[in-house]
């Protein structure tokens, strides 16, 4: 017998969102079909038609149209080992057509545990190749961070489930749910499933990896055909001109601590702290709030000068900010108001930027020429060393900012080892791995800002 022609099964569009493109097909080659078959034929005719509206479901190829330019309220969370370790809520404006986004958000300790007395009041806006963010009225450049297209991945996805309960804008609805897994190479595997109502208003974003959890939940999803005038608009406290450039506190020696990967001590375009500031940022990789692959901590003792700018955010070598000549300052997290960079002591600790153009030479001092020099470069240990003498611990009695038990712990780990300090990592085998290329794991920060998926995908 003859068969269906095989148009009759496909639509013309490679992932329609509904049947009406496969009828209209079907339709067609109905006609064509019935044109040259014989009686004898019809019932089996009929028979197959009925098939074919039964069977052939084009749903499993459908992937969401998500609205491309809406406002709306998000409830981040994050779980880890079946614990919810922080939640807070965020306003999002969002314009994926040009590739804008501004996000503002209030961390507390109503939302961030270990803030505890303090707020941080964030605001970012995205650009298509940098983003500015504003923390506690302290605003700054970056081109290290820029707007990700929050639901590109969808074109790529799969239908997983349809028609389930959902919540939208506090009444009850029902969703299709959307997924896409991809291998994390040695680190298994990232899931990424989105909640949609009617194909279009994204309702709950979840990202899986192994036993984190990152939920986006949407409320109030308000889509808009444009935004109004200005609405991007980089504000004026992030302008340079606005910058401030702290009154000196003459020059100091201070011990300086930098926790880092391994066969990486330098201080020279990265971030470093005194040991409360540093205290924080450990503590909360250890107890499990953010992910690190560090796994070392070096001391130095740093003459500066205590001219302080604004606070520079380094990676890969490379710091933002400006008037690279001076150091940059910010009280932990930035959580004082302008970011604590003018306030020497801080009650919660200190980060500070070793920017290159700061340097001294060999030959210089810190003054008027140049801003930093190592005197002296302590012992580097290990993590599991700080684990072992009590760290952790300290931290959970700590519990929130500042953390002055763990500051205490971390400061005694660089004591002689006759006094209950930590063995030194041999600086032979240190300066050995500097040389070595990193073979570093993809972080858990890649996977949750999309930063590694799209790499996935465009290698794809």
Known sequence: LESIPSYAFF??????????????????STFLYFSKMKEIYFVLFLFQILLLFTIVDCTEFRTPSIVQRFNSSVIISFVQDDNLLFSFDEKMTYDGIDSNM?????????????????????????????????????????????????????????????????TVNDQQKYCDIYGLSIPIPGQGVASYMISVFDNQIP???????GDQIFTFTFHNVNPVNTFPPGTF??????????????????????PIVRFH???????????????????????????????????????????????????????????????????????TEGVLPFGGQCINDSPVGNWYSFYEEAQCSDNQNPGTECSWKILSEGKTI??????????????????????????????????????????????????????????????????????YLYEYIDQQ
């Open 102 to 166: 501004i996000v503002f958000t209030l961390y507390s300790n109503k939302s961030v545990s270990y803030m505890g007395p303090y707020n941080m009041f964030s605001r970012v806006w995205y650009y298509k190749d940098y983003a500015y963010q504003s923390v506690n009225g302290q605003c700054q450049y970056t081109n290290q961070t820029k707007f990700k297209d929050f639901f590109g991945w969808t074109k790529f996805s799969k239908l997983s489930k349809s028609n389930v309960p959902c």
């Open 382 to 451: 290990d993590l599991n060393c700080l684990q072992n003498i009590g760290f952790v611990d300290a931290c959970r009695k700590d519990q929130h900012l500042p953390f002055t038990s763990a500051a205490k712990v971390l400061e005694s780990a660089f004591q002689p080892e006759s006094e209950g300090g930590c063995p030194p990592i041999n600086n032979s085998k240190r300066d050995q791995d500097k040389s070595k290329k990193s073979t570093r794991k993809i972080s858990a920060e890649k996977i949750f800002d999309l930063s």
């Open 11 to 28: 639509s013309t569009n490679k992932n329609p969102t509904n049947n009406t493109s496969l009828k209209l097909n079907l339709i067609i």
């Open 203 to 209: 309702v709950e974003y979840n990202i899986t990896f």
């Open 261 to 331: 990967h391994e066969g990486d001590a330098s201080l020279v375009n990265h971030n470093t702290a005194d040991f409360l500031g540093d205290a924080y940022y450990i503590c909360i990789i250890m107890l499990g709030y953010r992910t690190s692959d560090d796994t070392q901590v070096t001391l130095y003792n740093v003459r500066m000068n205590q001219t302080f700018v604004q606070y520079g955010r380094c990676n890969n070598n490379e710091c933002t900010g400006d008037h690279k000549n001076l150091i940059g300052h910010e009280a």
């Open 233 to 254: 608009k980089v504000p004026a406290i992030c302008d340079p001109k606005n910058h401030v450039v702290c009154e000196s506190k003459g020059i100091a020696d201070l």
